[in-house]
C-alpha cells in the first residue's frame, strides 16, 4: 500500500503529502504547480537545494558543487536526492526560495 | 569548409556521482558500447555506429559536470598546425602524451575564454563498428536502449560567449551557423558553430558561471526514432527536461534529458546541412521561445538556470 510522509515547508508553514518512495522534489512536482524550478532530478544541478529541520530521510549521492559536506550533515541536501522516512519540516534555500515562498500558487495550496 | 582541419566532435569526458550505477545506465539505457576502464578507473563507451574507440568517457567524482571536449582534427600535421595557430593567437597548450586515454593519440590540450576545456587530437584507435569495411551488412541496430548512431555536439556555458566564439572560428575554422541576440539586439545570447556540414558542432550559451556543461547530444536515425527513445526513457523513469519537439534553430527534433548525476544529454534527430557560403541565421530576443523550442514558443525555467 502506498504510504505518504507530510513534507512542511518552514517559511510558509505549508505543506503537501510526498510518497515514501519519491523524492522531496518529486512530492513538490507532484503537485503540478508553476514556479517550482525543477532542474535534473539526479542532484547535479543544485537549483532543488533545501534544509530538513526536522524528520528522517533516505538519501542518495549529490554534487559537492552544490553541497558540502558540513552542509550535508547538518540536513543541508539536495531535495531530489532525499525520499522521506517520516514527516519532515523543511526550508527552501537557493535557487528555489523566491517561487516556492513567494508563488500565490504556493498561498493557495 | 571543405572537410580538412578540424573534422568532428570526438570524445567528451564526463563527471559523474556514482560510476558503478552509471556504466550500467550509459550501456543499458543510452544502448553504448562499454568500451573498457584504464587504470584511473574512467570507464569508456562508443555508440554501436561509431568506428573509433571512444566518444564518451565517465570519469567518477564528487561533481557532476565535463572535463573536457574534444575534436578530431585530419592529421598529425594540422594537429601541429593548429597547436602553433593557438599559440600564435595567445592561448597556451598543453600536450596530453598518447594513451593516457584508451586508444587515442596525442592531444593539445587548452582553456577556452569560456573555461571549458577543450581537446584536439588526431589519431584514435579504428576499431570499426562491427560490420566490417569489405561487402557490410546494415546495422539494424536492434537491442535494448537508444543505440545513438553518434555523439554529435555539446552546448556550452559560460561568460565570454564572444572570445570563445571569436577563437573557435577565426583559429580552428569553425563557421557561424545560427545566433540568438539578447534584449538590446546586439549581443549575442547564444551561438551555434560548425566545423563540418552539419547544422552545428558545438554551441555556446552567455552564462555568468564558466565552464558549465549545458548538454552532450547523440544524434538519432529519425523523428520515430526520438519518439522511441522517448519511450525508452519512460520506461527506465529517465528525468526528461523538455520534448519530444523540435528546434527552430537548425529545425532539429530533441530531447533534453538527464543521465543519472543530472548531466543533461540530448537526443535529436534531423537539421539542415550548412555550407560556409551561406548567410548565418539571427534570431531576435522577442523570438528566442521558439528559437529554442519551436512547439512550446517560449523557454523553460530549465534552458537558462540549470547546468552542471
Ligand atoms: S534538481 Fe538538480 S540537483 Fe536536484
Ligand atoms: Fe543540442
Known amino acids: 500500500m502506498a504510504s505518504y510522509r507530510t513534507i512542511t515547508i518552514a517559511e510558509t508553514c505549508e505543506s503537501y503529502r510526498c510518497l515514501q518512495e519519491r523524492s522531496v522534489l518529486e512530492g513538490m512536482e507532484a503537485l503540478g504547480r508553476k514556479g517550482i524550478p525543477v532542474g535534473c532530478r539526479r542532484g547535479g544541478c543544485g537549483v532543488c537545494k533545501v534544509q530538513v529541520i526536522e524528520g528522517q530521510f533516505t538519501k542518495r549521492v549529490m554534487s559537492r558543487a552544490h553541497v558540502s559536506a558540513e552542509e550535508e550533515a547538518s540536513g543541508c541536501v539536495l531535495s531530489c536526492c532525499i525520499r522521506p522516512s517520516s514527516d519532515l519540516r523543511l526550508r527552501i534555500v537557493g535557487a528555489m526560495k523566491k517561487n516556492v515562498c513567494h508563488s500565490p500558487a504556493m498561498a493557495a495550496l | ?308
Request: charged share 25%; with cysteine; proline share 4%.
Open chain 2, 1 to 308: 569548409m571543405a572537410m580538412t582541419g578540424v573534422l568532428r566532435p570526438g570524445h567528451a569526458q564526463l563527471r559523474v556521482l556514482d560510476l558503478e550505477e552509471s556504466v550500467k545506465w550509459y550501456t543499458d539505457v543510452m544502448g553504448l558500447v562499454p568500451m573498457g576502464r584504464d587504470k584511473q578507473g574512467r570507464a569508456y563507451f562508443k555508440t554501436r555506429a561509431e568506428r573509433d574507440h571512444n566518444s564518451i568517457i565517465l570519469r567518477q567524482a564528487d561533481q557532476a559536470g565535463i572535463d573536457f571536449f574534444a575534436f578530431k582534427v585530419l592529421d598529425k600535421t594540422t594537429l601541429e598546425d593548429f597547436d602553433r595557430k593557438l599559440n600564435a593567437y595567445g592561448v597556451k597548450t598543453e600536450r596530453i602524451p598518447a594513451g593516457e586515454l584508451l586508444g587515442t593519440g596525442e592531444r593539445v590540450r587548452f582553456k577556452i575564454p569560456t573555461g571549458h576545456t577543450i581537446e584536439l587530437y588526431a589519431e584514435k584507435k579504428d576499431v570499426g563498428n562491427g560490420m566490417g569495411y569489405n561487402d557490410p551488412e546494415v546495422d539494424v541496430l536492434s537491442g535494448p536502449g537508444i543505440r545513438p548512431i553518434r555523439m554529435d555536439h555539446a552546448l556550452l556555458y559560460g561568460a565570454d560567449l564572444d572570445g570563445s566564439t571569436k577563437l573557435f572560428t577565426e583559429v580552428l575554422g569553425f563557421t557561424l551557423v545560427e545566433r540568438v541576440k539578447m534584449e538590446d539586439g546586439k549581443t549575442d545570447l547564444a551561438v551555434w558553430l560548425t566545423c563540418s556540414a552539419k547544422a552545428h558542432d558545438l554551441a555556446m550559451v552567455r552564462h555568468a558561471e564558466d565552464d558549465k556543461l549545458h548538454h552532450v547530444s547523440f544524434q538519432l536515425q529519425s523523428w520515430e526514432g526520438v519518439l522511441r527513445a522517448a519511450d525508452i526513457m519512460s520506461i527506465n523513469r529517465v528525468s526528461i527536461d523538455m520534448g519530444p519537439t523540435r528546434h527552430g534553430i537548425t529545425q532539429g527534433t530533441t530531447i533534453y534529458f538527464f543521465e543519472p548525476s543530472g548531466n543533461r544529454l540530448e537526443t535529436f534527430s534531423g537539421g539542415y546541412d550548412h555550407y560556409p557560403d551561406m548567410h548565418p541565421i539571427t534570431w531576435s530576443w522577442e523570438e528566442v521561445g521558439r528559437s529554442i523550442f519551436y512547439h512550446d514558443r517560449k523557454l523553460n525555467d530549465a534552458f537558462l538556470g540549470v547546468v552542471t
